[in-house]
C-alpha cells in the first residue's frame, strides 16, 4: 500500500485504532480466574501440555495466595518437589548491575548468604572492611540492604565483587521514614539478623557474624529481591502477631493498608518448587517450562483467560471488519483491515502445523459460537473452555499490541539498519555421495 502511495501515517493510526478497539474486545470476553482448576490447565497449557507441572504450580497458588512469590531451584533428586518456605519479596533490586551472577538474566542469586542490615547510608568502605574481611573468612556470599551506598564504598564492593574476592550484593532499603525502619526489622525477623541502627548503639564497624541474618537463597533483579530463610518460624509467628495488633489499633485506612501489605509479605511464605530431572539438560529445559508456567498463570490471573489455539483473535475478526467499515474510512480503514487480515494468522499457522488447512479451519470458526475453537491435538472443533485449551488475556492482548507496535514503526521508518546475513558456504559432497547439507 506505501508503494502504491498510501499515507504510512494514516495507515499506521488505522492499524492503532482496529488494535485498540481489538484490546477492548479481548477483554470483554475474558473470563477471570478463580477456581484451582483453570489455573492448573492454564500452567498445563504453557509448560507443554504437563498436566503434573499445571497442578503443582495451582497448589503453589493455593497455598501462597495469588500475590504470593513463587521460586525455582534445582532439585537433589529426578522427582520435582513442592515446599512452602519462610520467605519475602520486597520491590528494591540491587544497585549497580555488575552484582548480577547471571549476566544473562540479569539477576544475582546467593546462596547460603549472609544478610547485614542497616537503617543508615554507607559512605565509608572503612566501616565496611571489618565485616568484609569475617564474611571472607567464612567463605560465604553477603548481601547488603541499607538506606544507600554512596560511590566509593559501592565502588569498593564492586571491585571486590569482579575480582572474586568476595561474592558481595547490595540493595537499597524497601520503604521510606519508619516504615523503612519496621520494614527491616521484619528482614531481621525472618533471618535471625539484627538491624544495625545507631539508635540502638550499634555500629557498623564492630558488627560481629552473629549480628547478620542468615538465608538459604536470596535471588535479586534489577526490580525487586526475593529472600527465602528457614527455622525461624516461631520468631516470624510472633512478629507476624505484632503487626495483626498494630493494624486492630491503627485509626488510620491508609496505615491499616501499609500495615497488611507487611504482613502479606511476611505470613505469606515463598513456594519453593525444586525441580528434579535425571539430566543437566533435562532440568534446564523444565526449569525453563516451570517458568513461562508460572509467567502465564499470574498473567491468567490478572486479566482473566480467553479460548486458546489462536481462537480469540479469529472469532473477533467479523467484528473488527464490521466496526471498521462504519467508523473508519480511506488510508486509516486499510490499516484496520491489514490488523483483520493478521488476526487469523495464529489459528492457521497451528492448523496448517496439524496437517490442515489454514485457510479452511480459520472461515469454519467464523459461523460457531465464540468458546469453540479447532483443537490441533484431536483435529475437530470443540469447546475451548471445556477441553482446558485456554490463553491468558493478558498474552493475547499484549502479543497484538507489540505486533501493531512493531508494524507501526517499520511502516513509519524511512530505512532499518540490520546485520547483513551472511552467504552459508556448501558444504563440498562427501564420499559415497552425501550432497549438499548444513551439519
Known amino acids: 500500500n506505501v508503494a502504491a502511495g498510501a499515507n504510512p501515517i494514516a495507515l499506521k493510526r ?30 498445563a497449557i504453557s509448560a507443554g501440555n504437563d498436566e503434573e507441572v499445571g497442578q503443582m504450580i495451582a497448589d503453589a497458588m493455593d497455598k501462597v495466595g495469588k500475590e504470593g512469590v513463587i521460586s525455582l ?77 554512596e560511590k566509593e564504598a559501592l565502588a569498593t564492593l564492586v571491585v571486590n565483587k569482579l575480582r572474586g574476592v568476595l561474592n558481595v550484593a547490595a540493595v537499597k532499603a524497601p520503604g521510606f521514614g519508619d516504615r523503612r525502619k519496621a520494614m527491616l526489622q521484619d528482614i531481621a525477623t525472618l533471618t535471625g539478623g539484627q538491624v544495625i541502627s545507631e539508635e540502638t548503639g550499634a555500629k557498623l564497624d564492630a558488627v560481629k557474624l552473629d549480628a547478620l541474618g542468615s538465608t538459604r537463597r536470596v535471588t535479586i533483579t534489577k526490580d525487586h529481591t526475593t529472600i527465602i530463610a528457614e527455622g525461624n518460624e516461631a520468631a516470624v509467628k510472633a512478629r507476624c502477631e505484632q ?113 490442515q488447512n489454514g485457510a479452511v479451519v480459520s472461515e469454519q470458526i467464523k459461523d460457531k459460537p465464540f468458546t469453540v475453537g479447532y483443537d490441533a491435538a484431536q483435529g475437530k472443533f470443540v469447546d475451548l473452555f471445556e477441553a482446558g485449551i485456554v490463553d491468558p488475556a493478558k498474552v493475547t492482548r499484549s502479543a497484538l499490541q507489540n505486533a501493531a507496535s512493531i508494524a507501526g514503526m517499520v511502516l513509519t521508518t524511512e530505512c532499518i539498519v540490520v546485520d547483513k546475513p551472511e552467504p552459508k558456504d556448501k558444504a ?6 552425501g550432497g549438499d547439507f548444513d551439519y
Do not use: C
Not at 543437566?280 to 486458546?308: F, H, Q, S, W, Y
Open 428 to 433: 563440498p559432497a562427501a564420499p559415497g555421495g
Open 14 to 43: 488505522g492499524i492503532d485504532k482496529a488494535t485498540s478497539f481489538v484490546v477492548e474486545k479481548i477483554a470483554a470476553h475474558a473470563r477471570q480466574v478463580e477456581d484451582s482448576k483453570s489455573i492448573a490447565q492454564v500452567a
Open 243 to 355: 503487626i495483626r495488633k498494630q493494624i486492630d489499633e491503627t485509626e488510620s485506612s491508609y496505615d491499616k493498608e501499609k500495615l497488611q501489605e507487611r504482613l502479606a509479605k511476611l505470613a505469606g511464605g515463598v513456594a519453593v518448587i525444586k525441580v528434579g530431572a535425571a539430566t543437566e539438560t533435562e532440568m534446564k529445559d523444565k526449569k525453563l517450562r516451570l517458568e513461562d508456567a508460572i509467567n502465564a498463570t499470574k498473567a491468567a490471573v490478572e486479566e482473566g483467560i480467553v479460548p486458546g489455539g489462536g481462537t480469540t483473535l479469529a472469532h473477533l475478526v467479523p467484528e473488527l471488519e464490521t466496526w471498521a467499515q462504519t467508523n473508519l474510512t480511506h488510508e486509516e480503514l486499510t490499516g484496520a483491515m491489514i490488523v483483520s487480515r493478521a488476526l487469523s494468522s495464529p489459528l492457521k499457522r497451528i492448523a496448517e502445523n496439524a496437517g
Open 73 to 149: 531451584e534445582e532439585g537433589k533428586s529426578t522427582s520435582t518437589e513442592l515446599e512452602v518456605t519462610e520467605g519475602m519479596r520486597f520491590d528494591k533490586g540491587y544497585i549497580s548491575p555488575y552484582f548480577a551472577t547471571d549476566a544473562e538474566r540479569m539477576e544475582a542469586v546467593m546462596e547460603s548468604a549472609y544478610i547485614l542490615l542497616t537503617d543508615k547510608k554507607i559512605t565509608l568502605v572503612q566501616d565496611l572492611v571489618p565485616v568484609l574481611e569475617q564474611v571472607a573468612r567464612a567463605g560465604r556470599p553477603l548481601v547488603i540492604i541499607a538506606e544507600d551506598i
